[in-house]
């Protein structure tokens, strides 16, 4: 089982970023898939969620408007779309899956917010 991002990078604010979680070992269509953030210091925080038909999304109020969530199911892999990136934005950016008891993260990637 493996959930591997990538995407991430050094971008300065207002830019913007496509982050992309690939799937394996698992049938990632039956899972709720999600974007996590880390930033130094602070707990890990949900920043977007899609069910596994992708009609219902949910952003956290920090990021909607700017990021968007998708997936294709047929290629097992998430989607997250970061336009208008402000420092703030600066985490480590984590993939999750989630279904029924099973649950598994990615090892994360970095996205650094600087001018």
């Known amino acids: 089982v493996q959930l591997v991002e990538s995407g991430g990078g050094l971008v300065q604010p207002g830019g913007s970023l496509r982050l992309s979680c690939a799937a394996s070992?698992?049938?990632?269509?039956?899972?709720?898939m999600s974007w996590y953030r880390q930033a130094p210091g602070k707990e890990r925080e949900l920043v977007a969620q899609?069910?596994?038909?992708?009609?219902?999304?949910t952003y956290a109020d920090s990021v909607k408007g700017r990021f968007t969530i998708s997936r294709d199911n047929a290629k097992a892999t998430v989607y997250l779309q970061m336009n208008s990136l402000q420092p703030e934005d600066t985490a480590v950016y984590y993939c999750n899956a989630v279904y029924l008891i099973f649950g598994y993260w990615g090892q994360g990637t970095q996205v650094t917010v600087s001018s």
């Open positions: 899609i069910n596994r038909d992708g009609d219902s999304i």
């Open positions: 070992g698992f049938t990632s269509s039956r899972y709720v």
